[in-house]
């Protein structure tokens, strides 16, 4: 089994346990050190309550990533936006292969120079674009593959949250506040948070390639210092088109990433709130609804699978196929099957685009 | 009862019998004469199976016009867009209420006329943009109304329809024949056909005023001589923003009209092909699921709903409220609660813009 | 257009305007005669409101059925339960064909005389069991019959309300007052006014006949004198099974009326509420939804079907659809499709085997 | 960390990986031993596979339970059903807690014994009724609790699952071989694999105690040995009254468990193949969906919810929330939250009495 460390994942941080758990789910790696917090007396408090060894528990990134070479295999990066860069740096630096959440670094320079790292010390890189581990949405991704929609011509995604309709920036939440912080969370909120999982998903699933893009970024809530929703328009190297909606200050929507896709032959649905289900329409046929675990599943889909049909997978089993891909890369050299460092940098890309077109007006800017 | 006349509604061309149904739904007229097709033997083969008198079928519009100046209450136009503006303006010219199917003219300056006559002889010129007569579609207009949102921040609303996935026009298809044909349908081909109930669902529904917009219209359908496809940006005079999605190339849709409305008290989620379930969300409380028929339906909608909760009422009924309220204003001089010749006229004008805009590169138009 | 006369549908009784309208709505028959209420001065006013003849305002059934015979073609039946048979009766005595509300009498010997009756005199009787008229219990129908469910092994029908949850009848509320009644509603309150529906549509859809019967019938609100909530287990001459539910004391249901099918080739999945829609699931294929109107709908279910598909149809279409038949059959002398009079006799001797078998304490009872 | 032991789960189980999935996915437990198969070659490629220590690989329960005493803290019992009785016996006998896969004993006079060692060697025995697991199920139970339903009236669970509409046991299938042979599942099917979740769901949520029974079990499929289908009629302590469906013959049909309650103040509706809501209407409102991790989660119910609401949870979720409480309770001695050996043995002697209730014609059994 693999050994990691993480860095990030403190108290208040949820995602730290759901990367812990995921890794735990399949059995796929081991925490065996941790700098879970800027705060080393916080991070001892975890590491005592994760049952992990004292004097693998570290200040700074730095310090641990220096010490555990060669005695970790890899680390997992879930600190706030902004501290993503350093930590992976340190960590590619030291020979740690890098799990990274996203959005993956503040700027796209940051993310050039690490994916160059990686390259060079050919080390893994990878981003945790959780929504790509659904089994689902591997089953779009193998039916388009083989032709089942035909050419694609029109891609609708969108993202809509709720949680933020409210100034919860300015009442201590704790996951607000940092990512509604431009110093915190690099530049814009939503777009960041939501916004890259459509722009990581869409070509994932259809291998689309996005040519130009205008977007309209909005801040809805008053006295909100960044983006909480946003409207792209996109174009892709096939000719086919797109439009992508994010939100944040969706009053009322849960967590309800959608995505759909038309194709010359055929159409898909897909919805995350129901991610066992995939919705797939032949022209001039009925609406068929594909069930997670059913025979009808594609090989490259069912091996992500895990209960039977009916017996409902959820967010984690996501996390945790992301993870299970990742490890089978360092393990064995797998080819990879998770969203990379590349991944990562063109999405942080795809941030500055739409920051440079919602300025300008809605422009067309080139991508 | 009152009296009316068709025109249009011929064979091959469903929308006749729909509103004749709608008409004789409720009750609220019958129909005496009509100029059904361009070729009179095809009007008075229909006007026979309609139980028609033989002399007051009719070779032209103008002639049914003058002739039943003062025997009908009304005219209803079901033609092609193209000859809307003839029709409309022969039955206004000979003092004749008229209900106009939509998009209501080719250009805004037909629009504008057909307005000016009927303000200046005091008739009734209404549009028939259906979806505004559905109950949980007037109860989300008075729960805004009444405050339930508060202040609206954004909307999204969708009409993506599929069945002209294929070039169906090509095949002798009557609907899509002349839909697609520029000279018949007036420029546009979806964005008249179902983007325009979607600009006048917005308003009617959200009380806001569409300020400025940016458009980019598609032809997703190879060969296809006008749009298929088109996603619109908009402001709104309150500041709030909007985006509007509309396909007829959607493979695998059927009429799925979809309005969201986000504001700062609450969020709200109409769907056209459940049209009596209303979902309302609180901020900060469960979503709820309001039934058409339910006590917590609010007068003026429930004024429109006829049979009892779990009964489920449809398109048609929807139709038949319009022409309900249509009618009692022509008999009672009701206020009008219907969408009007205005209504029609900011349609066409929405059009207008949404081509240039396009043209432009999807620059932003004032509106 | 045939010409009717109605037997109730007075103040507060919903379902005369909903006759009515079902009428109006393809044009079937024209109103011309009634007898409303038991008091002449009701009559008198609603004829006013439909602007019938004064003359033909009758204070009783008899006297009616006696100066109409020649000038109506048909009787609409719609009074409260207890009352349906004297009605029907001298209908039938006077030579006037007749549509009656459900369930058809109080006793089977009752149902029997007056099937005996419309058969020496050859005149059509006929119940409105609605849910027939649905397009897509059609093709329910229509599909079992081609053997696309292979042999039926399993039907569960339910048929949950929950306006009677609570003691809505000491209220003065007018439809709870007669149905909960023992005198006017003849022995069961929800077993006859939602469980026949149950009864008529599962042999209507599947073909199976009754031949055994296991009931429970329930009182779930305290102080009710009659069922309000059974369950039935049944057996068909081909050896299959199901089971029945129908309440209306099921708390927060609205009008849940399903249908599931199970066959060795296929299943099937109907409901009401969501009616234009059928789910159908071939053995080891993924589920289908079969929308009305779609290319896969069979010949006679889209004979009934009105307005194109994702154009909802609802409730109303479903009763004009049984009416339109009706007519036909009166008119033309087409061959009867919609629920007859003995259709309305077995439904009476499902409640009185129902009822017999309760008291036995569920004994199974021949049918 | 606790560790544990296995019997069962051998090659073709697939229960054996979720039972150690679930012990994962929150770190409540390791595996250290194991005799998963009665072929002692396959339960060394298991264990290898798994990284267990070859000298904890065992032939027999028995020997293992005997030499493992001591050495972990529970055995984890997923054998065919006959094998039950034995493996938990021989680990009870070794002082070892044991958690046994349902249904818990083929005759309740096995669950007795067991019940009886458990309570006499105060050893924690306990079966996995897995869907009280789920959060929304938690929640169901604590607002019943709190009298959210007011008195319960009725309630109307059902379980059907389509996996069994072909023999599957003449085609070598593995799990439909050994549920289908008499001799391994104990004399039952159906009732066994999936009626006997109705029968503990039911209890668990509404506090509600069973008192009389009638019961059909049926067998749809043609040269099927044991049941695969059945209805139950219920009655409670309280006077309320009830009805359970289960089949495996549903052609069509997934994993469908669903658990209707309806009270004088509200009614509940859950459904298992979307566990992360719960619809909730309180007498004359509007339905709420009640979505897991939202603020109206109840204490109890939220303990269990993980992952932030919208980011859906499955089954493994609720396996391994079971499994946490089962290991607090052996760990701290927390109070037994999760179904225990006495539920087992109810849901025993519920399959003897509906076997007897179904071979007297569906007669009344007091339970």
């Known amino acids: 089994m693999l050994k990691y460390a993480m860095i990030g994942g403190g108290p208040g941080a949820f995602v730290g346990s759901v990367h812990r758990n ?33 004097d693998r528990l570290y200040a700074t990134p730095e310090e641990m990533a220096r010490l555990e070479a060669g005695d970790v295999d890899f680390a997992v990066i879930v600190t706030s936006n902004e501290a993503h860069y350093p930590s992976v740096k340190t960590c590619l630096a030291n020979g740690i292969h890098v799990m990274c959440d996203k959005p993956f670094t503040v700027t796209s320079a940051q993310a050039e120079e690490l994916v160059g790292m990686a390259r060079d010390s050919e080390l893994v890189l990878a981003v945790t674009y959780t929504y790509a581990g659904y089994p689902m949405v591997r089953q779009a991704r193998e039916m388009i593959e083989r032709g089942d929609l035909g050419e694609i011509r029109f891609v609708n995604c969108e993202y809509p949250q709720g949680w933020l309709a409210e100034m919860l920036e300015t009442t201590g939440h704790t996951q607000a506040t940092w990512r509604a912080d431009p110093k915190r969370s690099g530049g814009v909120l939503s777009l960041g948070d939501v916004g890259t999982h459509v722009e990581y998903l869409v070509p994932f699933v259809t291998g689309l390639n996005l040519t130009r893009l205008a977007a309209r970024l909005d801040t809805l809530v008053e006295g909100r210092l960044l983006d909480d929703n946003g409207t ?29 896709i038309y194709g010359d032959k055929g159409g898909l649905e897909w919805f995350q709130e129901d991610p066992d289900h995939l919705h797939y329409t032949p022209i001039g046929q009925p609406k068929q609804t594909i069930v997670r675990g059913a025979p009808e599943m594609l090989p490259g889909a069912m091996a992500y699978s895990h209960t039977p049909a009916g017996h409902p997978e959820g967010w984690l089993q996501a996390f945790a196929n992301i993870y299970t891909a990742f490890c089978a890369t360092i393990e064995h050299g797998a080819a990879p099957d998770f969203p990379t460092g590349e991944d990562g940098l063109r999405g942080v890309r795809f941030i500055e685009a739409c920051v440079e077109s919602s300025r300008n007006g809605t422009s067309w800017i080139d991508f």
């Open 22 to 54: 995921a890794l735990a789910l399949n059995g796929d790696a081991k925490l065996v050190a941790g700098c879970f917090s800027r705060d080393l007396e916080k991070t001892r408090a975890i590491g005592a309550e994760l049952g992990l060894a004292e």
């Open 232 to 260: 792209i328009l996109t174009e892709y190297d096939t000719g086919a088109r797109g439009m992508y909606w994010y939100s944040q200050a969706a009053t009322g929507c849960v967590n309800e990433l959608k995505l759909r």
